[in-house]
């Protein structure tokens, strides 16, 4: 019930700032990273100390953001779930890349992501998370020897594919 919880809070929130800038359309990615990380942490209990959070200030189209965003909560908020040794941290980088943006959340417990955005990774929500990552067309996997880093790669194209399909929508066909 209370990843239902933070879902609902995650879209209301991008829903609250999408109509403050209702014009543009885009949102920033990298605050949406910051502010659910430290809301999810006050939420589950897990001290914001435990979290290091590296987020390029990169704008993306609201038809990704709204599912990127619900895909963020899941992760982190199981991610938080699973890590109960007090000395277990989260560390969260977003960067653009060459040709994509990446998210990578990485823990420093070996093993903890064997398989990547699966659904034997994340039990019940993995179903939820593969759908969103086919969603938003992203790529999510395990990464390192360690396996203690997921990573989420967006084509940079996406924001610029879904800002032509967002105008084609209410512009028509084109001639």
């Known amino acids: 019930m209370r990843k239902i919880d933070d879902v609902i809070c995650t879209m209301a929130s991008i829903n609250k700032k999408l ?4 014009d543009r359309q885009m949102l920033n990615i990298g605050s949406l990273i910051r502010e659910l990380s430290i809301n999810l942490a006050d939420k589950h209990g897990f001290d914001t ?3 290091s959070i590296e987020a390029e200030d990169i704008e993306k189209h609201v038809d990704l953001v709204l599912p990127f965003g619900v ?3 899941v992760l982190i908020s199981s991610t938080m779930e699973r890590l109960k040794a007090p000395d277990s941290y989260i560390r969260i980088v977003l960067q653009n890349l060459d040709s994509l943006t990446e998210v990578s959340l990485s823990v420093n417990e070996e093993n903890f992501f064997h398989g990547g955005c699966t659904a034997n ?3 019940n929500e993995g179903e939820i998370v593969k ?3 086919e969603q938003i067309g992203a790529e999510c996997k395990a990464d390192g020897r360690k396996k203690n880093t997921v990573i ?3 084509a940079s194209e996406h924001g ?10 209410h512009d028509g066909p084109e001639q």
């Open 19 to 22: 109509f403050t800038n209702f």
């Open 49 to 51: 100390r435990r979290i």
């Open 71 to 73: 895909l963020l909560t």
């Open 121 to 123: 990774e994340f039990g």
């Open 131 to 133: 759908a969103l990552v």
């Open 152 to 154: 989420i790669e967006l």
């Open 160 to 169: 610029e594919a879904a800002d032509h399909k967002n105008q084609a929508r």
